[in-house]
């Protein structure tokens, strides 16, 4: 106990000294923490950039250690376990997505005000309703909604968060009237107000602002596919093929466009 004690006074000692000297030298703590959580998340943005998304996942994590109130490496967190979700084996997939979620909600808690912090959440939640059945599907569909729409409410150019509604509009107005009707039944209701036109204004806001962004041409193409207008569709589709690879599934969005043109040439 005695060794204890003095080397906990010896320990308050050092830091009381270095406290001392960094102030001296006049480069606060704060100042250095700050540096080492930039250079982390900036080398887990390179990681990300070369789809090496488990080494980026390690680098954001760093940056979280050293300043656990960084909103930016708990939603970069979350980003990166989405991105390990969606190129796993399906056996894995649904633990990457709720983790995704997890912290997709801790930055929510922590950073309300931060549009990426509900955007992340919109995308997890999203994802693991995948995995959900009947009633809790329908429950994180609604908050999908509003996620997205809190984005917006924060960074009214968040294209990412238009492409989140389009989808939504899709995916429900996609809805044959039996299952919206067993819906209604058995739990209460879909969603109202889905539709494909509300799909299309929001996938055409998120090309308006990143027109780069290859799944927002994917999307509306797959949309007006639904309407039957082909045209349109091919155009969409087409631009995916002419665009360049940004992420780490638009190799995959290309595949499926050459197959989605095959199947509607003759449209």
């Given at each position: 106990?005695?060794?204890?004690?003095?080397?906990?006074?010896?320990?308050?000692?050092?830091?009381?000294?270095?406290?001392?000297?960094?102030?001296?030298?006049?480069?606060?703590?704060?100042?250095?923490?700050?540096?080492?959580?930039?250079?982390?998340?900036?080398?887990?943005?390179?990681?990300?950039?070369?789809?090496?998304?488990?080494?980026?996942?390690?680098?954001?994590?760093?940056?979280?250690?050293?300043?656990?109130?960084?909103?930016?490496?708990?939603?970069?967190?979350?980003?990166?376990?989405?991105?390990?979700?969606?190129?796993?084996?399906?056996?894995?997939?649904?633990?990457?997505?709720?983790?995704?979620?997890?912290?997709?909600?801790?930055?929510?808690?922590?950073?309300?005000?931060?549009?990426?912090?509900?955007?992340?959440?919109?995308?997890?939640?999203?994802?693991?309703?995948?995995?959900?059945?009947?009633?809790?599907?329908?429950?994180?569909?609604?908050?999908?909604?509003?996620?997205?729409?809190?984005?917006?409410?924060?960074?009214?150019?968040?294209?990412?968060?238009?492409?989140?509604?389009?989808?939504?509009?899709?995916?429900?107005?996609?809805?044959?009237?039996?299952?919206?009707?067993?819906?209604?039944?058995?739990?209460?209701?879909?969603?109202?107000?889905?539709?494909?036109?509300?799909?299309?204004?929001?996938?055409?806001k998120a090309i308006e602002i990143s027109p780069?962004?290859?799944?927002?041409?994917?999307?509306?193409?797959?949309?007006?596919?639904?309407?039957?207008?082909?045209?349109?569709?091919?155009?969409?589709?087409?631009?995916?093929?002419?665009?360049?690879?940004?992420?780490?599934?638009?190799?995959?969005?290309?595949e499926d466009c050459r197959k989605l043109?095959?199947?509607?040439?003759?449209?």
């Amino acid at each position: 106990m005695q060794q204890f004690i003095v080397s906990t006074d010896c320990r308050k000692i050092f830091v009381a000294v270095i406290s001392v000297l960094i102030f001296i030298l006049g480069v606060p703590g704060t100042e250095i923490v700050a540096q080492n959580v930039l250079d982390h998340l900036s080398q887990g943005d390179e990681f990300a950039a070369q789809f090496d998304h488990q080494k980026a996942l390690e680098e954001y994590k760093k940056a979280f250690d050293a300043d656990t109130s960084n909103c930016t490496a708990l939603w970069k967190i979350a980003e990166a376990y989405v991105n390990l979700g969606e190129e796993a084996d399906e056996k894995v997939k649904r633990q990457y997505f709720y983790l995704a979620e997890r912290w997709a909600q801790k930055a929510v808690a922590l950073c309300p005000h931060t549009a990426n912090a509900h955007f992340m959440l919109a995308v997890a939640t999203g994802r693991v309703a995948l995995y959900e059945g009947g009633k809790a599907k329908i429950e994180r569909s609604k908050e999908v909604k509003t996620l997205a729409e809190k984005t917006l409410e924060l960074d009214p150019d968040h294209h990412g968060a238009y492409h989140v509604l389009g989808r939504w509009h899709f995916e429900l107005a996609s809805l044959s009237w039996f299952l919206k009707t067993a819906a209604k039944i058995i739990y209460g209701g879909v969603p109202p107000g889905a539709s494909y036109e509300k799909a299309v204004a929001n996938l055409k806001k998120a090309i308006e602002i990143s027109p780069q962004w290859i799944n927002h041409h994917k999307q509306l193409g797959l949309v007006y596919m639904k309407m039957a207008k082909w045209d349109r569709a091919r155009k969409e589709f087409q631009r995916v093929l002419e665009l360049p690879v940004a992420d780490h599934q638009d190799e995959a969005h290309k595949e499926d466009c050459r197959k989605l043109l095959e199947e509607i040439e003759d449209k």
